[in-house]
């Protein structure tokens, strides 16, 4: 383990959300946090270690491979994680949503069989909100299909469609079409070459 991760690992941390300080917490609390849809990558925290509050998506301690290798390895702090219950593979589709107000367009990062993570051009959603998600024909998605979604996460990221996009989104699917479950079943059950992401929903 290198200097920096003992560090993380042992810091307590501070969360920021408006004026208001909260903590310390342990490493391991902000990983339970995120996962369970408490913390952002658009939240500012803090440790002795970092000079001054800093978004969450911008630290290294909490990357999405950081938190794979974690896993991977079995460190100690893999307990802190959610079991995935489905396989979830990194899939790229265009799709189109509508919130019951507007529709937008975006594409997905990667799919499991209830749910996905899509990059949208609508940065206003809030986790808790339902959204239809048009899976459009595409090289991979022979057939459309449409998905009663809800959101359960966002976060900020730097990957970004157009000038309006910075945010991608964790859904949880409630109602698929037919044609639409057996089309990801065979994404996620298929072929294996796509390369299953495993423990970050």
């Known amino acids: 383990m290198s200097t920096a991760q003992a560090a993380s690992n042992t ?3 501070y969360i920021l959300r408006g004026d208001m300080k909260y903590g310390p917490y342990e490493y391991k609390a902000l990983i339970s946090m995120i996962q369970n849809g408490e913390l952002y990558d658009y939240n500012y925290v803090w440790a002795s270690h970092i000079d001054n509050w800093t978004l969450v998506g911008d630290l290294q301690e909490f ?4 938190l794979c290798r974690l896993i991977e390895t079995k460190d100690h702090l893999s307990g802190a994680f ?3 219950q489905f396989p979830r593979v990194d899939l790229s589709t265009p799709v189109y949503a509508h919130n019951d107000h507007t529709f937008f367009d975006g594409q997905t990062l ?3 069989e209830n749910g996905a993570l899509v990059l949208l051009n609508d940065p206003l959603l809030l986790p808790g909100q ?7 024909t595409s090289e991979v998605n022979p057939q459309p299909f449409n998905v009663l979604c809800e959101v359960v996460r966002k976060n900020y ?9 910075g945010l991608h989104y964790a859904v949880r699917f409630l109602q698929v079409q037919d044609q639409g479950s057996n ?19």
């Open 11 to 13: 810091a307590q941390w």
């Open 63 to 66: 990357s999405k491979d950081r």
């Open 82 to 84: 959610k079991a995935r």
């Open 110 to 112: 990667s799919v499991s």
């Open 130 to 136: 339902k959204v239809l998600l048009n899976f459009r």
């Open 157 to 165: 990221s730097k990957q970004r469609l157009n000038v309006k996009s």
């Open 183 to 201: 089309q990801l079943t065979k994404w996620t059950h298929g072929d294996g070459s796509k390369g299953e992401t495993n423990g970050i929903s």
